[in-house]
């Protein structure tokens, strides 16, 4: 992505990422394409851009390319939303991203970079593409084309200005910051992901073109650089690498965000060892140090240690259902279409009602149930979709 730093040092107009030369071409003259991402700069004035020609509407496929050649294009290819309204990338279904990382990049102003995944973002990353926004996208290790096909299922017809990310049940969220900037890294659970880097639910690092803004990324077991980083839910420790880049040295501050799905499942240590100290991050949220400039890839762990008593429990009881420390765990509904549930006693009272979140890992429904058997319910008031499970709280 240093490739970026073209565009603002050359000369003011509009610009192109041309994925077979690896380099920013000027658009100078001719028709722009639909679904290619520009960049337009002008220093030191105001301008204001005219587009003519009919909206875009319909299905349109856009090619992209891998090669090693020119300097090495790693699959990188920049795109655009032509359409005049927003898209939401959650909609492309395989069969529209071919050959391609589910993950999208987007650059902002202040130089940092956003990215999104499988209903995870940081920065501020989400699913949703304003309309004239552009954004990166990567074919796949292994593959020399791949495309993308834009449809208008796709669009969205509210507006939509700003990235926006929810944080899931699934999710912790690590901040770097210094007194002017920060960056945003995240590790999450995920059923059907690995420790190495999944096209499907992880997103790779890219730096922020502002040096001036902290970086901070985590790191797979062969160096991969991840900016949103998931694994299985299982009862193994696992140690992640955190690493940092600061452009000047001084004094940074790591944020840790408060998530109790995560701190009922896993004792999070942060280990620091150049100072030869374990901060125990379910109690003690910040942590602040002195750092050198450059980057560091080897001064920070984090260490995920397993709770056995629930995290046992959880894989153990029909790899779905959990209750501990006064609520019900429910695990792998990311891929189901679930909006409600019910909580029943063995006489057929309710207990408990309401929505549920299926787009993550977990969901957790704050109860307070006493010993004895119960039946969850879970179904959609769009469907006649329901499933029952039974389950015992000890």
């Keep these: 992505m240093a490739q970026q730093a073209e ?25 722009l394409s639909p679904f290619t991402g520009y960049v337009t ?5 105001t301008r204001t851009l005219n587009y003519s020609g009919e909206l875009n509407n ?19 290819n920049f795109v655009g939303n032509s359409f005049p309204s927003a898209i939401d990338w959650n909609l492309l279904t395989p069969a529209d991203k071919v050959n391609i990382n589910n993950a999208i990049y987007f650059r902002k102003l202040d130089g940092s970079v956003a990215s999104y995944v499988n209903g995870a973002g940081v920065n501020g990353g989400s699913s949703i593409i304003p ?32 990235y926006k990310n929810t944080v899931s049940d699934n999710i912790l969220s690590i901040t ?12 999450r659970i995920e059923k059907n992901a690995t420790l190495q880097f999944d096209k499907d639910y992880d997103a790779f690092k890219l730096y922020a073109e502002n040096k001036s803004i902290p970086q901070l990324y985590t790191l797979t077991p062969v160096k991969e650089e991840l900016s949103i980083n998931s694994f299985p839910l299982n009862n193994s420790a696992l140690d992640l690498p955190l ?3 600061c452009k000047t040295p001084g004094t940074l501050l790591l944020s840790f965000s408060e998530n109790p799905v995560f701190f009922n499942l896993y004792n999070v240590t942060l280990e620091d060892l150049s100072e030869n100290t374990f901060t125990d991050i379910c109690t003690y949220k910040n942590y602040t140090f002195n750092a050198d400039s450059g980057f560091n890839k080897n001064r920070f762990i984090l260490h995920l240690e397993p709770k056995i008593n629930s995290l ?27 909006s409600n549930y019910c909580i029943y006693n063995t006489l057929g009272q309710e207990i ?16 307070l149930l006493d010993k004895g058997i119960y039946v969850l319910r879970l179904f959609s008031k769009e469907s006649n979709k329901e499933i029952k499970q039974k389950f015992v709280v000890h």
């Excluded at 770097?176 to 590790?187: A, P, Q």
């Design 41 to 45: 700069r002008y220093s030191g004035t």
């Design 7 to 31: 565009i603002f040092s050359d000369a003011d107009g509009l610009w192109y990422f041309d994925a077979n030369l690896a380099k920013w071409m000027p658009q100078s003259t001719g028709q």
């Design 352 to 367: 408990s009602q309401g929505n549920i979140k299926t787009a993550s890992e977990v969901c957790v429904i704050p109860v």
């Design 176 to 187: 770097l910051s210094n007194s002017l900037s920060s960056d945003e890294t995240l590790i």
């Design 312 to 338: 046992q429990q959880a894989i153990s009881v029909s790899e779905s259902l959990n209750y501990y420390n006064n609520a019900l765990y429910i695990y792998s509904l990311s891929n189901t279409k679930f």
């Design 243 to 245: 690493a940092y880049y």
């Design 58 to 76: 319909g299905i349109f496929p856009y090619n992209l390319i891998r090669t090693a050649d020119y300097g090495g294009n790693f699959g990188w």
């Design 131 to 162: 309309s004239m926004q552009g954004f990166w996208v990567q074919v796949t290790l292994g593959q020399t084309t791949g495309s993308v096909t834009f449809r208008n299922e796709h669009r969205l017809h509210a507006t939509q200005q700003q």
